[in-house]
């Protein structure tokens, strides 16, 4: 039997945040998604965890997905750790643009 979706989401979300990595949840539509860095994203449907892996396909060009089962999230948790700090070398921080004030 599957976890609900935000259920599995937010167990990921705390084993995270346990590695001091912070993140934002989105749900909805059955399909509960963690926001962690630029180009991750982890979903669920409550059976497992995907995320793109930043791997091509040879044969086909298409992305390459890591699937794990909701069932550890803190092993899952490690391994997304591994991609985060991944692209985090890749994609460095950037702060936001302040907003310009509109002229009155």
């Known amino acids: 039997m599957s976890a609900s979706p935000l259920h599995a989401v937010e167990q990921l979300q705390l084993a995270l945040a346990s590695c001091g990595i912070s993140t934002d949840v989105n749900h909805g539509y059955d ?8 180009d991750l994203l982890v979903w669920t449907d409550g059976s497992v965890y995907r ?4 791997q091509l396909s040879p044969k086909t060009g298409q992305r390459l997905y890591a699937v794990y089962d909701v069932g550890n999230p803190a092993m ?6 591994e ?3 991944e692209l985090r070398r890749s994609h460095p921080y950037r702060h936001p643009v302040p907003m310009l004030a509109a002229p009155v």
């Not at 995320?51 to 930043?54: L, M, R, S, Y």
């Open 51 to 54: 995320w793109w892996t930043g």
């Open 76 to 81: 899952v948790a490690r391994c997304v750790v």
């Open 31 to 38: 399909v509960a998604v963690l926001s962690v860095w630029a």
């Open 83 to 85: 991609r985060y700090e």
